[in-house]
């Protein structure tokens, strides 16, 4: 009999904290991603991130390419030759603070997935939720996307609105939002997991 593992392969790419990564692991353990995906690494390009801490408790594997100190194209080459030996199915960022290299895209086209703490459409790049809360707004959303070489310009999966209006500091809005992240970034997932055509992901 020919058994045909579907399970796909996940990297999971950090560069601090961890939050959205642990969240992730957790739900391919015993969650919503339980036997859709396994993780194969969790990656860094900064040596000293806490969330290979987390990673290393859940005895997975970890691999650190340290972008400090190296020339942008230096260290863009040595992630591409990694993750192109490593061929996972999907990447998923988390927290990766460096703007992928072009190539890195175009070998991976639409199986980079990438959560964004604001609307794309309205919010790209850093701070996220500072920019909710300096602008008073009393509902943000997070955003799931495909990842292109753009700044955060990549096809929405899907987004999901926080009501952050009795959120009275930054803190409080990022708990809030974050809270939110750790469920919504495994739903995305486990929808693109299970389908095979991404426009069904825009009804999550
Ligand atoms: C999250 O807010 C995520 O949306 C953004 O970076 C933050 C990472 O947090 N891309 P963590 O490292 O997952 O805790």
Known sequence: MIFINMKKKIAILISGRGSNMKAIVDNVKNGMLKDLCDVIVVFSN???????????SFRLDTKVI????????????????????????????????????????????NRIINIHPADTAL????????????????????????VNEGFDTGQVIAKKE???????????????????EHVFYSECLKKILTTEHTENCRNI
């Not at 020339?71 to 603070?97: H, Q, V, W």
């Not at 926080?162 to 939110?180: H, N, P, Y």
Request: aromatic share 10%.
């Open 46 to 56: 900064k040596k000293d991130a806490p969330g290979l801490v987390i990673a290393e």
């Open 66 to 109: 340290e972008s400090k100190g190296k020339k942008r194209s230096t260290y863009n080459k040595l992630l591409f030759d990694y993750l192109d030996e490593l061929n996972p199915d999907y990447i998923i960022l988390a927290g990766y603070m460096k703007i992928l290299s072009s190539d890195v895209v175009q070998r991976f086209r």
């Open 123 to 146: 919010h790209q790049g850093l701070h996220g939720y500072e920019w909710a809360f300096e602008n008073k707004m009393e509902k943000t959303k997070v955003t799931v996307h495909f």
């Open 162 to 180: 926080v009501d952050i209006s009795d959120c009275k500091t930054l803190e409080e809005v990022e708990q809030r939002g974050l809270a939110v």
